[in-house]
């Protein structure tokens, strides 16, 4: 491993180009979030042999690994948060403004992916507009850099001759919480770095244990080319339903390690690896990780929600510009220089300064519009009647609190995902005195047959098919869901199976959706602007229309009610996105406030009660 790896760069050049283009459009790679992986794998290949090497030559300093890192790769990132942060004050509504600064102050003690787990609620559709959410995977790098130079000197001095074994049973156990993580806690796994160490760890692997094994140059060959079709292959074949990390991640992760292992000595792979092009983008590749997503951010909340294919060219080239420049004359202008006091002391002033700045700057408010972005969604009844990712077990659903059948009234039933719990105020805010409304309600959760989804779905559903519905026969059920095509069949045979025990069944159609949260729209809407013409530039009407378009002609012959939501707030003219009050219809992209679904229940009353 004496020869520079400029193999090694062209990795770094595919997983930052795969991340960028997934963030501009999924569309067209998606499973570019893998790029994210490769680093770390990279990272524990580096990382662990430098350490291992110093080791044996006695000259390892565990003072200086550290301040090498921190003068490495902390510049670069403190200079993007002040950017970020002087056009976040001026772009950022106040309830963002306030995210933020939390944001920053974690990302400058990288911990940031603690933070984003912590916010990453299922209504919390803004992370998705965080312009510091991509520095999650920056802090579990650091957490690796903290941790496993004390366990590599600990094996080192202990357990020289086990180490192999000793490594990889760590990663096992590391790989083992992962795929436990995802059925616990998807969020969790994805965030936590005690999910992801087995990456850094099987890179580390190659590193201290495989380097003394050489191949034949055929063999080499061979699995060079097999191991870039692989890490290729899970590029476009994952996608945002992958389970993942955990087994999942086994896939890019060995392959990127092959590809580690086999580049020893020259071959097809390392050859095609080390073009000039993915030099120097492999070169850049931490400055252009760092600037793209903000880039990418602020150009959506300031210009444009959606992105034309010129627009996602710009974007593109773009982040490359910004990476080269912070390469040019951030890292490579600070490297191997001791700025450690000053950039503790700067860390300190943007951090105070930031949290000051976008405090005052949160208690302001553009109009009404705004003070929606932090919506209080206690009416879903979540943890009673709504089950959700913190209330992950059919345990929490209080029956005596959801089910109010009562003989001798109309018994209605919500049945549904957050898209039947965002009506649950309403309908009773709607009904008669004779009316009760029982809520059986999860995120996540279709209403159909054969039961799929999360185990608290499953186990909901399942209940409430084989048996809340057969022993109370309600009397009218309203089944709502954020719908796909995809379903028609489920719902078919749902609508049969409940034709069985109820007189009436009511189907809602899908909701308009728009590309980001509602209330931001209508904050950042020209006063002269229609609210009514938002959904042009920023909502997915040709998606919703297509999917109630399909509902509504498969459920025609069907014994059942359809009611299109689409049409009630849609026509000819543009879209409703507040109600006469001026409130928004919605809160985030799709779900909708009280007075929004009040609006929508008071429009369709007489299809809803008889």
């Not at 080390?274 to 903000?294: A, D, E, Q, R, V």
């Not at 553009?366 to 059919?394: H, P």
């Not at 159609?509 to 729209?521: D, H, K, T």
């Amino acid at each position: 491993m004496s020869a520079y790896r400029w193999d090694i760069q062209g990795l770094r050049a595919i997983a930052v180009m795969s991340v960028v283009i997934f963030h501009i459009n999924p569309q067209l790679l998606s499973g570019g979030y893998v790029g994210v992986d490769i680093f770390f794998v990279i990272s524990g290949y580096l990382i662990m042999g430098f350490i291992w090497r110093d080791l044996n030559n006695n000259s390892f300093s565990l003072m200086h690994f550290y301040t090498k890192r921190v003068q490495r790769l902390f510049p670069a990132l403190l200079v993007m948060v002040v950017v970020s942060a002087i056009f976040g004050y001026f772009i950022l509504l106040p309830h963002e403004a306030l995210n933020f600064s939390s944001s920053l102050i974690a990302t400058l003690l990288y911990v940031s992916n603690f933070y984003f787990y912590l916010e990453a609620d299922y209504f919390n559709d803004a992370m998705e507009f965080a312009p510091l959410l991509h520095t999650w995977s920056l802090s579990v790098e650091e957490q690796f850099y903290l941790l496993f130079p004390l366990l590599i000197m600990l094996l080192f001095a202990k357990a020289k001759k086990d180490i192999f074994k000793l490594l990889l049973f760590i990663a096992f156990v590391s790989l083992i919480l992962s795929q436990f993580l995802i059925s616990y806690d998807k969020s969790f796994a994805f965030f936590a770095s005690p999910s992801r160490f087995f990456q850094f760890i099987i890179g580390g692997i190659v590193a201290i244990s495989l380097h003394k094994y050489k191949l034949p140059q055929n063999l080499n060959n061979s699995l060079g080319v097999l191991a870039l079709a692989l890490l290729l292959l899970s590029l476009f074949l994952y996608d945002e339903t992958t389970l993942f990390p955990g087994i999942h991640a086994l896939l890019p992760t060995l392959a990127t390690a092959l590809i580690l292992f086999v580049g020893k000595e020259p071959n097809i792979t390392s050859q095609f690896l080390s073009n000039k092009l993915f030099i120097l983008i492999g070169n850049t590749s931490y400055s252009i990780y760092l600037w793209h997503w903000p880039l990418i951010v602020f150009y959506k909340l300031q210009i444009s929600p959606s992105l034309s294919n010129q627009e996602q060219i710009g974007l593109l080239f773009g982040s490359l510009l910004l990476g080269y420049l912070s390469w040019k004359y951030i890292e490579k202008s600070t490297k191997g220089k001791n700025y450690t006091l000053a950039m503790i002391i700067s860390t300190l002033l943007v951090s105070l300064g930031s949290y000051y700045a976008f405090t005052s700057l949160s208690l302001e408010h553009k109009n009404i519009a705004s003070t929606y972005l932090d919506y209080n969604t206690s009416k879903f009844r979540s943890g009673e009647c709504f089950l959700t990712s913190d209330y992950d077990s059919i345990n929490f659903f209080d029956k005596s609190k959801c089910i109010t059948h009562t003989q001798g009234k109309k018994n209605y039933l919500l049945i549904g995902d957050s898209h039947a719990a965002h009506f649950y105020s309403a309908l009773d805010q709607a009904k008669e005195d004779n009316i009760t409304i029982t809520q059986v309600t999860a995120s996540g959760c279709h209403p159909t047959l054969p039961y799929t989804g999360t185990k608290r779905c499953s186990d909901l559903m399942q209940w409430a098919y084989q048996e809340l519905i057969i022993n109370k026969e309600f009397d009218t059920i309203i089944l709502s869901a954020h719908w796909k095509y995809s379903e028609k069949e489920q719902l078919l045979s749902s609508i049969k199976f409940l034709g069985k025990y109820s007189k009436r069944i009511i189907v809602l159609g899908p909701n308009m959706e728009y590309l980001q949260s509602l209330p931001r729209l209508l904050a950042n809407l020209p006063p002269t602007e229609d609210t009514r013409s938002i959904y042009k530039s920023a909502g997915k009407y040709k998606e919703v229309a297509s999917v109630d378009y399909y509902m509504k002609t498969y459920l025609k012959k069907e014994n059942v009610t359809y009611i299109s939501i689409l049409k009630l707030l849609c026509d000819a003219n543009g879209c409703t996105t507040t109600t006469p009050k001026g409130i928004p219809i919605a809160f985030d992209a799709s779900h909708l406030t009280h007075s929004g679904a009040c609006y929508i229940v008071e429009n369709i009353r007489d299809k809803l009660f008889l």
